[in-house]
């Protein structure tokens, strides 16, 4: 094996790894605001238990997410650097909004959504949940 092998056996697992757990973090996202919203609206404890078990494995996604994420935008510049070179104009740009915008927007709320159990009413940890 040489370098551009090992390259791109690091990168295809990386991108393996985060194609599997951002969709089922995208999935989970609207299935943890829903049971929110119903627990909510009823204030019955098994929802309030459902919302809790499923926003850990949804943290768990996240996080990894995330780390996949940022060494695949490293990946860029180390393996592939005649690449990035080449297309680094158009694919720069949406890709450093994406670590600025998204990543402050997505830490922010779900910070909020983290810490804010105990200090805040249903309403406002219901409201950094997504809807």
């Not at 092998?5 to 985060?18: A, E």
């Not at 919203?37 to 238990?49: D, E, G, H, I, M």
């Not at 919302?51 to 180390?78: D, P, R, S, W």
Request: hydrophobic share 55%; proline share 2%.
């Amino acid at each position: 094996m040489d370098l551009v092998d090992i390259s791109r056996w690091q990168f295809g697992i990386t991108t393996v790894y985060h194609f599997i757990f951002v969709p089922l973090t995208i999935g989970l996202a609207p299935l943890i605001a829903a049971m929110q919203t119903v627990w909510v609206a009823t204030n019955n404890v098994a929802w309030y238990r459902l919302t809790k078990f499923f926003g850990k494995l949804f943290l768990i996604n996240f996080a990894i997410g995330v780390a996949t994420g940022l060494v695949q935008e490293f990946q860029f510049g180390m393996n592939w650097s005649e690449y990035s070179r080449f297309v680094g104009d158009v694919f720069g740009a949406p890709l450093a909004m994406e670590g600025l915008a998204a990543f402050f927007f997505e830490s922010v709320f779900i910070g909020l959504w983290i810490f804010g159990w105990a200090d805040c009413l249903g309403w406002c940890i219901w409201d950094a949940s997504g809807w």
